[in-house]
């Protein structure tokens, strides 16, 4: 019974590259949610999704950041012009429930960018 | 507005209790979440309280004060394994986390 699968593990970007992180939910888990970590940081919330549908973006930069959940395949979050200050543990977490509903958040193991 | 607090960092010996407070304010709440998370790897679920009072599960307790707004993580017999660190969620859609209680079990 696969978890939550997130790759790649670990991303090198040099600045102004594009970042694609990956994430396939549990099975029978159709709520997705990206996090950010920086080192000795707390999860912050970046974007809720559902198949095909944005649910809330709202910690999410306006700019060069994106996030989506096809129908098909996984959810795909994208930095386009990567700067150094995104650098950090991107974490895909996912839930058979909204959160606000008990929905305990079950997290993959992250994908670490580093941006040179 | 949403705010978790919890204290930053916290040291305890091996075979020791430790408790781990977490104040918060959130609009609207629909229950407390404790997560671990040792470095480097994914959050793990650890408990969850929606009402009042205590819940024991082994080695870890977690309460919650709904009315001051008040959990704490009560860990017993400690052992080196449990250091890592401790995230206080509060139950809204999303999960709002605090910064984490980084534990230090020491021999």
């Known amino acids: 019974n696969a978890g939550v699968m997130q790759n790649p593990r670990h991303l090198v970007r040099r600045r102004g590259q594009e970042a694609r992180l990956r994430c396939s939910p549990m099975k029978g888990h159709s709520h997705v949610y990206w996090y950010r970590q920086l080192p000795e940081e707390g999860l912050k919330f970046m974007v809720y999704?559902?198949?095909?549908?944005?649910?809330?973006e709202s910690g999410m930069p306006k700019e060069r950041f994106s996030a989506e959940f096809p129908k098909e395949g996984p959810s795909i979050l994208r930095i386009q012009q990567v700067v150094r200050g995104d650098s950090a543990a991107y974490f895909c977490a996912s839930s058979p429930l909204s959160s606000g509903n008990t929905g305990e958040l079950f997290f993959g193991e992250g994908s670490r960018l580093t941006v040179l | 507005g949403q705010n978790i607090d919890q204290p930053t960092e916290m040291t305890a010996t091996e075979g020791a209790i430790v408790q781990i407070n977490c104040t918060y304010q959130?609009?609207?709440?629909?229950?407390l979440f404790w997560y671990q998370q040792h470095a480097g790897e994914a959050p793990t679920f650890l408990s969850y309280n929606v009402l009042d009072g205590l819940e024991e599960k082994g080695r870890f307790s977690s309460f919650l004060s709904r009315s001051k707004g008040y959990s704490y993580l009560l860990l017993k017999e400690l052992q080196m394994k449990d250091s890592a660190s401790y995230l206080c969620a509060s139950g809204n859609t999303p999960l709002v986390f605090g910064k984490g209680t980084r534990l230090s079990v020491i021999a």
């Open positions: 999704l559902q198949k095909e549908n944005i649910i809330d």
């Open positions: 959130t609009s609207g709440f629909n229950g």
